[in-house]
């Protein structure tokens, strides 16, 4: 059957592309021409912060006495479950090499980035976690230059427990710096740090623009947009459990779209009842947020049977996808375009976004169709080498020779020519492509 709304999302996340881009492009402009000082000037401007940029030794000592010994401990316990998955990934890669045919060698070589920027958020919310995510995976990799940038508060700075965590995760250094001036200093190696290869972390909209600007001067990990998240739930799921999911994701911003598809009417009607008493149960700032999201973007879908709930899934390629349903392994091996995957009511989104293992920055917007999320293996150039003898070269540079002029390539062709003539002076080569 056709998919039946029981909830339609009057609006998409969307957001003014033109007007953001014009801001930003400004803003990188004039950083990019008047360096430190400009990149100041927009901190006073827009942070109304007037400290010291790149935080000392001390100031990061002083910063994380202040972290509670508790909240210590949990950031260990998640950075130790984020560093051993990011090694498990880098162990995935290897060098390797292959003779193809007799006398040429090929290979491959995995090559960590020599200078990363991290970005962690900590306007709205102060996204330890996202420290977690950035720094930990960029050192598992064997970046040489961490910088980590974060907003600073007026006449406070950076939250102490972002210093605390960037810090222990392994940035070289900190900086106190938000948006997009923050995102500028790290592309363009300000307040002494090295310019970075890449550029990661989540952001507001100006952060992700200016991410968008610079890609190509700089590697970014992904085109990001707001947070989404999608549940698939039947008739044994428990509903409050669902609709407390929703919920948590919808208060990461008023544009966050959530998403229920269900084979059950009863579950969704149920789920459609608790969602607002949950969000009003909210503190006022998550409320205003969880309760925007859910009016303008959030849906319901009801669907036939499970494999139209797969497809559809698919379709919307959520960043969270989370299973709510029976027989966890068919979903496993059916479901095929999604940022992280979530089997049962045991584990949660908010788990992953917190202290799990696997990495938080993950594709939005649609494309898990096309990609997964930020890994060791995004701080690493897979890149090749070759190596032959001169026999081995023979039938390369014949083969060369031909293709070259089947493209109307006549220099190519005669790279390999000479070779040809050098090698094996004695020997006649038809190099015509007619034949």
């Known amino acids: 059957m056709a998919l039946r709304y029981l909830k339609k999302a009057p609006k998409t996340a969307a957001t003014d592309a033109g007007e953001t881009r014009r801001i930003v492009q400004k803003i990188l402009d004039e950083i990019e021409q008047g360096g430190d000082k400009a990149a100041r000037k927009y901190a006073l401007e827009l942070d109304k912060y007037d400290g010291n940029i790149v935080l000392t030794r001390d100031e990061i000592e002083a910063a994380s006495a202040q972290v509670p010994q508790r909240l210590q401990d949990d950031i260990r316990f998640a950075h130790d479950n984020v560093q051993r998955f990011a090694r498990a990934q880098r162990d995935s890669l290897r060098d390797f090499s292959v003779e193809l045919i007799p006398g040429l060698t090929t290979g491959q070589r995995a090559i960590p980035c020599r200078s990363v920027g991290c970005y962690v958020p900590g306007g709205r919310y102060s996204h330890v976690a996202s420290a977690i995510m950035t720094v930990t995976t960029a050192k598992v990799a064997g970046c040489q230059n961490i910088t980590a940038c974060s907003p600073p508060r007026p006449g406070v700075g950076i939250n102490p427990a972002i210093i605390f965590t960037a810090d222990l995760c392994g940035a070289d250094r900190i900086l106190s710096l938000g948006g997009v001036q923050g995102i500028a200093a790290m592309a363009y190696g300000l307040f002494g740090s090295p310019p970075a290869d890449i550029l990661v972390g989540p952001g507001n909209q100006f952060v992700a623009e200016a991410k968008r600007i610079l890609f190509g001067r700089v590697g970014i990990d992904m085109f990001a947009g707001p947070t989404d998240s999608l549940i698939l739930a039947d008739s044994g799921a428990d509903p409050m459990l669902v609709a407390a999911d929703l919920v948590g994701q919808a208060e990461h911003g008023y544009n966050s779209p959530v998403w229920l598809l269900t084979d059950d009417q009863a579950l969704a009607d149920k789920v459609l009842a608790l969602v607002p008493r949950l969000i009003a149960d909210l503190p006022e700032v998550n409320r205003m947020n969880a309760d925007a999201a859910w009016r303008d973007y959030a849906e319901v879908i009801l669907c036939a049977d499970r494999e139209e709930m797969a497809s559809a899934s698919d379709d919307y390629a959520p960043e969270h996808l989370t299973v709510q349903a029976a027989d966890p ?58 190596r032959a003898t001169r026999e081995g070269a023979r039938p390369i540079a014949e083969a060369t020779a031909r293709i070259s002029r089947l493209e109307g390539m006549e220099g190519h062709a005669r790279t390999a020519d000479i070779r040809l003539k050098k090698y094996f002076p004695d020997t006649s080569f038809d190099l015509d492509v007619a034949k």
Do not use: I
């Not at 898990?368 to 897979?382: E, F, I, P, Q, W």
């Open 329 to 386: 392994d068919w979903w496993l091996n059916r479901l095929q375009c999604y940022g992280s995957l979530f089997l049962g009511e045991e584990t949660t989104v908010a788990f992953g976004d917190k202290a799990s293992g696997p990495n938080h920055v993950l594709p939005t917007s649609g494309a898990a169709r096309y990609t997964g999320g930020l890994s060791v293996h995004k701080y690493m150039k897979l890149v090749t080498w070759q």
